[in-house]
C-alpha cells in the first residue's frame, strides 16, 4: 500500500463526508455527522469544483512504482472517484435538474439517520431538530435552482412523491413517541407544521410547474461511454452491454417459463401470516444459507461477520419511506452491529419485491445479504482506498450473481416457485440494461424506452414512466446489476481455465468479495494479471467530451 494515495484518500473521504451529496441508494451511504445537511447552492458546486482541482493536481504529482500492481489499482480506484465527481457535478448537474434529487437532499438526511435500529447514537436527535427546521429553507434553494434548470418529467415524479407530506411529515415525527426524548419529540412537533407545509407547497409547485421546465435528454453516446471508461472502468461498448442482457432476457424467459411448468401442480408458496412470523422465518433461514454458503464451498463464513436480518417498518420510517432503499447495512465503524432490511406487514397486494421476501426471505438473502456480507468484509480489509470505494457495477453485480449462485448450488431445491422468482429477477435486471444504455446513447427516446418495459416487462405506464425517467437522470445504475454479474461470470470463467484442477471456488469468492468494490477490470489484472480491459480504459482517458 502506498502511503501517499493513502493519505490522498484520507483526505477525499473527510472532504465527501460533508461536500459529497446524499444518495437514496444503499450501497454508497457515506458516514456522516448527525447535523451534516447538503449543500446544492451555485456557490458550492464552485467550492466542489475547486477542491476536485486541487485532489487532481496532488494525485497526478504521485510517483506509482509501475511493477507495484496494488498501488497502481489504487491509484486508479482514485481516479475513478475524482471522475465520478465532475460526471455529477457538470455532466448529470442533478443537483439543478432533477426535483427528485432535491428532494432526496433536502428531506434524505432525516431518513438516513433514522435507519439504525434504536436506541439510535449519540446527536442523532440532535440532528433530527436540526434537519427539520432547515427544511423550509432549503425547499427555497431547491426551488430557486429548478426554475433556473429544471427538467418536466423529474418534477412530475417527485411531485408524485410528495403528495400528502404535509401528514406524512408529521406522521413521521409522530411515530417517534417512545423512541426519542420528550423534549425532542416536543421540539419535533413544533417545527413538523412548517416542515411539512414547505415540502406540500414544494410538490404542489413542482406539478403546476413541471410544464415549464425543459425535457429529458440523454447524456449521449460518446459521453456515456467516457462515463464506462473513466468512471466505472468498464472496457465494454454500450451495444456488446446492451446484446449480452438481451441473450440474458431470453434466456431468463425460458427457464422461467420450463420451471413454472415443471412445478405447474405445485401450489404457490403463502405469504407470511404476520410481519412477526416473517422476522422469525428470515432469522432461521439467514443463519441456514450461511451454514449452506459454508458446507457448500461457496463463500467462507468468518465468526466477525454479523448477521443480516429483518424488522417490521417503523412508525417513523413509513411516511418517507420513498427516500431510499430501507435498510441499514451497517459502515466500517460499525462490524460489530447485525444489518436490517426493513418490511412491511405481509398482505396480498404487496410490491414485487416485498411480495417476493414474504414467501421467502432467501429471496432477499441472497441478494440485500449478499449486500452486507460483502461490504462488511470489504470494510475491514486492510487497504483504506478499497475500504472506501464503492462502485454499483460491482457491488450489484456480486448480489445479483449471487442470487444464480445460489440457485444453481441447490439453496431452492425445495422451494420450486422461489426458482422461478430467481429467475424472473434475472428477466427484470436484462431489461434494464436494455432500457438504461439505450436511454443513455440516444438509442431509445422516451417514450420508446415506456413502451419498451410496457410491452416486455410487462409494467404499467405510469410505473414505466418514473422508472425511465430515473434513468435519464443517473446513467449507469440500472444497468449495473447485470453488466456486473456478467463481468463476474466472465472472472470465474477465466479462473477456471486458467487454475484447472486448482481452482478454488471459495477462494476466488472470498478475495472478491473481501475486495469486492473493485471494478471486475482491476480485479482481473490482480487475480489473472490480466490487464486487457485496464489498458482499454486507460487509452480512453481524457476529458468529457463536449454536450452535443
Known sequence: MSTPLIDLSNDIERWAQVAAFRSSDDIPRLRRDPEWLPDFTPASIDERREALAGFRERLAGLEIDETDVASQVDRRLLTSVLNRVEWDLDVLRNWERDAVFLVGQ??????????????????VERGLV?????????????????????VADLARVAALELENMRERFVASVEGLAGVVSDGTLEELRALAPAAGAALDDFGLWLASAADGFAPSVPVGRERFVWFLRNVALIAEEPEELVRAALQDYRRAVLAEVVTKNRFRDVPTDPIASTIEAQVERQAQQEAEVRAFSESEGLLSQPVTLRRYHVAATPAYL?????????????DEDRLGT????????????LPYFYAANARDPRLGIIHEGAHYKQLALSWANPDPVRRRYVDSVANEGIAFYNEELMLLAGLFDDAPHSQEVVHNFNRLRSLRVVVDVSLATGAFSLEEAVDFFVRLVPMDVETAREECAMYLATPGLAMSYHVGKQQFLRLVTDAVVARGADFSLRELHDRVWTNGNLPFSLHRWEILGDRADVDLVDAASGPIPAAR
Open 106 to 123: 433536502i428531506l434524505g438526511p432525516w431518513f438516513d439517520i433514522l435507519l439504525p435500529v434504536p436506541p439510535f447514537a449519540d446527536g
Open 130 to 150: 436540526v434537519i427539520a427546521a432547515s427544511i423550509p429553507e432549503r425547499v427555497d434553494a431547491a426551488r430557486a435552482n429548478l426554475e433556473r434548470a429544471g
Open 318 to 330: 413509513d411516511p418517507v419511506r420513498f427516500l431510499g432503499v430501507t435498510d441499514d447495512l451497517t
Open 338 to 349: 447485525d444489518s436490517v432490511s426493513y418490511m412491511p406487514d405481509p398482505r396480498p397486494d
